[in-house]
T-cell receptor, first 115, second 113 residues
Framework: SAVISQKPSRDICQRGTSLTIQCQVDSQVTMMFWYRQQPGQSLTLIATANQGSEATYESGFVIDKFPISRPNLTFSTLTVSNMSPEDSSIYLC????????????FGQGTRLTVV | DQQVKQNSPSLSVQEGRISILNCDYTNSMFDYFLWYKKYPAEGPTFLISISSIKDKNEDGRFTVFLNKSAKHLSLHIVPSQPGDSAVYFCAASAPDSWGKLQFGAGTQVVVTP
């Protein structure tokens, strides 16, 4: 299985600031995704991080708020911009497309608190 | 609109007994279903999956059953162990959307001695 490392694991941020979350996979993967888990809720897909092109966002999520980069097949970043307390969530990246695997693997998540 | 539903937010089971977790879905286009387990402060860990062309898949203590006509799947854990105490998420994906998962709300399982 893929090993996915996310940084930071947690952070407390002031409203109005931005935070960039990094996701590193230990092998080249076709697909990378970003999810959000709001308190007491399920995981919701934010976007698909496309290598070499703009990310594909799900309904309700926009690039200005959640810019995503994917410069290569092992790395992606998600920025949460102009944060408000409503952005307090766990943000998770996942990957898939490794040969021989049909499931998606997840990083440990980044717990963000906006004050 | 929640397309994957786990209607039981919690389940308590005695060690050694069977845990049965249920999941319903509304989107008939879903063709691949997965179960993930999540401990606090960790990311979801893949447990077991099933394709829509099957009705059962077994892996050790874990068995997933799929009833397509009822749009229902279940996860059986036998025997339950204290280390199984976690939140279990049901997830589904549609064709050409591999990796883009729709998750249920999760079921908190507590295995008691």
């Amino acid at each position: 299985s893929a090993v996915i490392s996310q940084k930071p694991s947690r952070d407390i941020c002031q409203r109005g600031t931005s935070l960039t979350i990094q996701c590193q996979v230990d092998s080249q993967v076709t697909m990378m995704f970003w999810y959000r888990q709001q308190p007491g809720q399920s995981l919701t897909l934010i976007a698909t991080a496309n290598q070499g092109s703009e990310a594909t966002y799900e309904s309700g999520f926009v690039i200005d708020k959640f810019p995503i980069s994917r410069p290569n097949l092992t790395f992606s970043t998600l920025t949460v911009s102009n944060m408000s307390p409503e952005d307090s969530s766990i943000y998770l990246c996942s990957s898939g497309g490794q040969a021989g695997y049909t499931e998606a693997f997840f990083g440990q998540g980044t717990r963000l608190t906006v004050v | 609109d929640q397309q994957v539903k786990q209607n039981s937010p919690s389940l308590s089971v005695q060690e050694g007994r069977i845990s049965i977790l249920n999941c319903d879905y509304t989107n008939s286009m879903f063709d691949y279903f997965l179960w993930y387990k999540k401990y606090p402060a960790e990311g979801p860990t893949f447990l077991i999956s099933i394709s829509s062309i099957k009705d059962k898949n077994e892996d050790g203590r874990f068995t997933v059953f799929l009833n397509k006509s009822a749009k229902h799947l279940s996860l059986h854990i036998v025997p339950s162990q204290p280390g199984d105490s976690a939140v279990y998420f049901c997830a589904a994906s549609a064709p050409d959307s591999w990796g883009k998962l729709q998750f249920g709300a999760g079921t908190q399982v507590v295995v008691t001695p």
